[in-house]
């Protein structure tokens, strides 16, 4: 079983709709989430970070934690062309064993179309 | 404050070589990561350094090792280089946040072994 797992993609949504991106993780001690963004030939960019059970709101994004369910997501809304790129979540462990260790979904290629 | 910085940003080389690659983290951050990215693998974690340290390292051969130097740049050494080795590496610094590590990642190498 792998790690992380992200909605397969490509996902594809209408200018000005919601997106909505999904990341299921297998290790239950995860502590920290983050969501990155990646451009084609690009490197992988930051967008949100999630400690705690819940909602967590920037701008457009929303970033959902349910650990009971070792779930996260990412909305987001009023989804422009800019933002197609792949979305990368990556769930971090706490403990020695993980400094500096980001663990990596495959990924979610997101299309925004006019 | 200025982003991650990597040298070189695109190398090619041949099989049997050597390669050093280099990374210079945000300043004030002590944590380096390395990581690896390929179409068929996607991301995937090489080592972590703190403070001149290794702490942590991924699950590849010996022919990638790092090192770190009192100033917090790192590089990264890749020997007798395989097909196998081209890829984007990529070198992310991160500090301690009160509740977790964010990494924030350069703009990488690309590697082309030939």
């Known amino acids: 079983q792998k790690e992380v797992e992200q909605n397969s993609g490509p996902l594809s949504v209408p200018e000005g709709a919601i997106a909505s991106l999904n990341c299921t993780y297998s290790d239950r001690v995860s502590q920290s989430f983050f969501w990155y963004r990646q451009y084609s030939g690009k490197s992988p960019e930051l967008i949100m970070s999630i400690y705690s059970n819940g909602d967590k709101e920037d701008g457009r994004f929303t970033a959902q934690l349910n650990k009971a369910s070792q779930y996260v997501s990412l909305l987001i809304r009023d989804s422009q062309p800019s933002d197609s790129a792949t979305y990368l979540c990556?769930?971090?462990?706490?403990?020695?064993?993980?400094?500096?260790?980001?663990?990596f979904g495959q990924g979610t290629i997101l299309t925004v179309h006019p | 404050k200025a982003g991650v910085t990597q040298t070189p940003r695109y190398l090619i080389k041949t099989r049997g070589q050597q390669v050093t690659l280099s990374c210079s983290p945000i300043s004030g951050h002590r944590s380096v990561s390395w990581y690896q990215q390929t179409p068929g693998q996607g991301l995937q974690f090489l080592f972590e350094?703190?403070?001149?340290?290794?702490?942590n390292k991924g699950n590849f051969p010996g022919r990638f090792s790092g090192r770190q130097f009192s100033n917090s740049r790192s590089e990264m050494n890749v020997s007798t280089l395989e097909l196998g080795d081209s890829a984007l590496y990529l070198c992310a610094s991160s500090s301690w946040t009160g509740k977790g590590e964010t990494q924030y990642f350069g703009p990488g190498t690309r590697l082309l072994v030939l």
């Open positions: 990556a769930p971090q462990d706490a403990g020695g064993t993980s400094y500096g260790k980001l663990t």
């Open positions: 350094y703190f403070s001149e340290t290794q702490r």
